[in-house]
């Protein structure tokens, strides 16, 4: 059995394995579950993970130009000169040209692509093109004769009409599609797209595993006040801003001004600490990876900054993560913790798929994404997401959250071990075809 894994996912150097937290949440156990459902598997991929993930999960790097390059100004006519040898193959059998991609479509019985929340216009936002240079990458693959899935997923939007009537044309033909929520196939279905080979599950982070806690010892070493008072986490990030661009910085005090009053009502009222975590770290580019603090970490440090100066909080309960925690470890202390409060979507599922009472804070800005909502409807929680733009939105199902913690946290304890065989059931579905 061969595997192609393409997709719309980072293909930057390291960003998926090294930057944001949650990427690395899917891809391992995404991986990992591909090699349970078939033992014998050789898989291939476009993604750049590095040496070591490689070695370890058992899979095979291809260089990144043969599904998308930011330097190759000629990149988006190359793939349509790729779909134009795929039709003549279609029609005719004879393959009357090769590019490198192609070679590596037909060695594979089967290609998936893997593109979560970017198979839509959200990609072109990452590059020129990229949407409909990922479409074209995925009907080459269907042309050639080879079985496609799209696994994962959470599609859309469309709002160029062009665009949207190939993609139609390319869900259409995937032999399987499995998206990780709802909300996604709801969209899908008022854009007209067929529905028929499509499946409704759940996003394969809910397997990632933590750090065993034996081996958290000088991770934990550092929280003095573990244990002695309720901990609640924070996790926010640019997107959780009324105003974007998500990655605009430096931003004023007065914008993180709600999240400062949340943070000073728990400590004063609830009597809990609170822990200001980061979801993203940033790297140093090969052969290393040496992990640093990446885009969450402003945030955090800037709240923990304007709490202190306002001195209204007995400050020896405010925490800072000041060092830096790989995806393992990051989990690990989200274990620990009795309520979180999450704007990155898989800091939430950190929390839930281990039982921690978690408040999912929707974007507070366009692009919106659906999968917030969407995850939180997987996770039986729909009731816990707070959207920052309405007013008192947060501090209610904060509240609510933190009066409610022991029936929360029994509701997931009965719903994540059903979530998790969701989870699975994207592999499984892959024998189907």
């Given at each position: 059995m061969r595997i192609l894994i393409i997709g719309q996912?980072?293909?930057?150097?390291?960003?998926?394995?090294?930057?944001?937290?949650?990427?690395?949440?899917?891809?391992?156990?995404?991986?990992?579950?591909?090699?349970?459902?078939?033992?014998?598997?050789?898989?291939?991929?476009?993604?750049?993970?590095?040496?070591?993930?490689?070695?370890?999960?058992?899979?095979?790097?291809?260089?990144?130009?043969?599904?998308?390059?930011?330097?190759?100004?000629?990149?988006?006519?190359?793939?349509?000169?790729?779909?134009?040898?795929?039709?003549?193959?279609?029609?005719?059998?004879?393959?009357?040209?090769?590019?490198?991609?192609?070679?590596?479509?037909?060695?594979?019985?089967l290609v998936i692509d893997f593109s979560g929340d970017i198979w839509g216009d959200n990609a072109d936002f990452l590059g020129k093109n990229r949407f409909a240079i990922g479409l074209i990458k995925d009907r080459i693959a269907q042309l050639l004769g080879k079985k496609t899935a799209m696994l994962a997923g959470s599609?859309?939007?469309?709002?160029?009409?062009?665009?949207?009537?190939?993609?139609?044309?390319?869900?259409?033909?995937?032999?399987?599609?499995?998206?990780?929520?709802?909300?996604?196939?709801?969209?899908?279905?008022?854009?007209?797209?067929?529905?028929?080979?499509?499946?409704?599950?759940?996003?394969?982070?809910?397997?990632?595993?933590?750090?065993?806690?034996?081996?958290?010892?000088?991770?934990?070493?550092?929280?003095?006040f573990w244990g002695n008072k309720k901990t609640v986490g924070f996790i926010l990030c640019g997107w959780n801003l009324l105003d974007g661009p998500f990655d605009r910085w430096p931003i004023d005090d007065e914008e993180l001004i709600i999240y400062v009053s949340l943070i000073e009502k728990l400590i004063k009222e609830r009597d809990v600490n609170v822990l200001l975590l980061s979801h993203s770290n940033g790297f140093d580019l090969p052969p290393y990876f040496k992990l640093k603090h990446g885009r969450?970490?402003?945030?955090?440090?800037?709240?923990?900054?304007?709490?202190?100066?306002?001195?209204?909080?007995?400050?020896?309960?405010?925490?800072?993560?000041?060092?830096?925690?790989?995806?393992?470890?990051?989990?690990?202390?989200?274990?620990?913790?009795?309520?979180?409060?999450?704007?990155?979507?898989?800091?939430?599922?950190?929390?839930?798929?281990?039982?921690?009472?978690?408040?999912?804070?929707?974007?507070?800005?366009?692009?919106?994404?659906?999968?917030?909502?969407?995850?939180a409807r997987v996770a039986g929680m729909e009731n816990l997401l707070a959207d920052p733009s309405i007013k008192f939105d947060l501090d209610n199902k904060i509240n609510y959250c933190f009066d409610n913690v022991d029936k929360i946290k029994k509701q997931l304890k009965m719903n994540i071990p059903k979530i998790k065989n969701l989870a699975r059931k994207n592999f499984d579905l892959l024998k189907s075809i």
């Open positions: 996912t980072s293909l930057h150097w390291g960003r998926m394995e090294f930057g944001n937290i949650g990427n690395y949440y899917i891809i391992e156990p995404f991986v990992r579950e591909l090699h349970r459902v078939f033992p014998s598997v050789i898989i291939k991929t476009t993604l750049q993970m590095s040496d070591d993930f490689c070695n370890r999960e058992k899979i095979a790097r291809l260089p990144m130009e043969l599904y998308y390059s930011w330097e190759d100004k000629n990149c988006f006519e190359k793939s349509i000169y790729e779909l134009g040898i795929a039709e003549i193959y279609n029609r005719t059998n004879e393959l009357p040209f090769s590019t490198p991609y192609i070679d590596a479509v037909l060695e594979s019985d599609p859309g939007p469309f709002k160029d009409e062009k665009k949207r009537e190939f993609a139609k044309l390319v869900y259409k033909n995937f032999d399987l599609v499995t998206n990780r929520e709802s909300i996604s196939s709801e969209l899908l279905n008022e854009n007209q797209f067929n529905l028929e080979k499509t499946h409704n599950l759940a996003c394969p982070a809910f397997l990632f595993e933590p750090k065993e806690e034996t081996k958290m010892d000088k991770v934990f070493s550092e929280y003095k969450d970490y402003p945030f955090a440090k800037q709240l923990y900054k304007i709490i202190t100066k306002r001195d209204q909080v007995d400050l020896s309960k405010l925490h800072l993560q000041g060092n830096v925690l790989d995806a393992w470890e990051t989990k690990a202390v989200i274990k620990k913790l009795d309520m979180l409060v999450s704007g990155r979507v898989h800091g939430a599922v950190a929390g839930m798929s281990q039982c921690v009472p978690t408040v999912i804070v929707d974007y507070g800005h366009e692009p919106k994404a659906h999968k917030l909502r969407g995850f």
